[in-house]
């Protein structure tokens, strides 16, 4: 069945750090792929998504490519900001399984000053 | 912005209680879900509602779970009998037709059972 594996947490970087998390992917039709942020005290935050492969979302400079070849969707940030510190999300959404949304376990970042 | 909103932002009831949690989706959506997150865990799909029925449900769904939606804004997940396993955040969120794929969120119940 449809499921994303997501990069372990926590992660811990200082201000202007390059930032990766880690995110694949297995559906059995052709998914859309989503990245949640979830800061604290509140719900979850569409941040990207990309809906068909080598598609690139992005947003508040964060960015992420849908890779088919290598089922994966990676969320990079080159300068991350103490404002970034939240709860990161991968997930995806199978019109073939009724567009339920299937998500990782999640990955929290802490910036650093 | 139109968005999901969620009541009550924390419910505590006691084991064996029965609770409503409440949302109203944006207002043009036809698609809407329940998703929970145990604290520390994945967040997980619980059911899926269009055009008035169940369209999609998980094993977590259990007979205990009942969805419904009593007018034309409020969505609402009742737990007939609540355990100390159903603590946890539930999210709803609303999709717009069958051509989107974004679902939109709203802020979370958190359920305490005691």
């Known amino acids: 069945g449809d499921s994303v594996t997501q990069m372990e947490g926590p992660v811990t970087l200082s201000e202007e750090a390059f930032l990766t998390i880690n995110c694949t992917y297995t559906?059995?039709?052709?998914?859309?792929l989503f990245w949640y942020v979830q800061y604290p005290g509140e719900g979850l935050q569409l941040l990207l998504k990309?809906?068909?492969?080598?598609d690139k979302g992005s947003n508040k400079g964060f960015e992420a490519t849908y890779r088919k070849e290598t089922t994966s969707f990676h969320l990079e940030k080159g300068s991350v900001q103490v404002s970034d510190s939240a709860v990161y999300f991968c997930?995806?959404?199978?019109?073939?399984?009724?567009?339920?949304?299937?998500f990782g376990t999640g990955t929290s970042l802490t910036v650093i000053p | 912005e139109p968005e999901v909103t969620q009541t009550p932002s924390h419910q505590v009831t006691q084991m064996g209680q029965e609770v409503i949690l409440r949302c109203v989706p944006i207002s043009n959506h036809l698609y809407f879900y329940w998703y929970r997150q145990i604290l520390g865990q994945k967040v997980e799909f619980l059911v899926s509602?269009?055009?008035?029925?169940?369209?999609?449900k998980s094993e977590i769904f259990d007979d205990q779970f009942s969805v419904e939606r009593p007018d034309g804004s409020n969505f609402t997940l009742k737990i007939r009998s609540t355990k100390l396993e159903d603590s946890a955040m539930y999210f709803c969120?609303?999709?717009?037709?069958?051509?989107?794929?974004?679902?939109?969120f709203g802020p979370g119940t958190r359920l305490t059972v005691l």
């Open positions: 969120a609303s999709r717009g037709d069958r051509g989107a794929d974004e679902q939109f």
């Open positions: 997930a995806l959404s199978d019109p073939t399984t009724g567009n339920q949304f299937y």
């Open positions: 509602f269009y055009n008035n029925e169940i369209s999609e």
């Open positions: 990309a809906t068909k492969a080598d």
């Open positions: 559906a059995t039709g052709y998914p859309s």
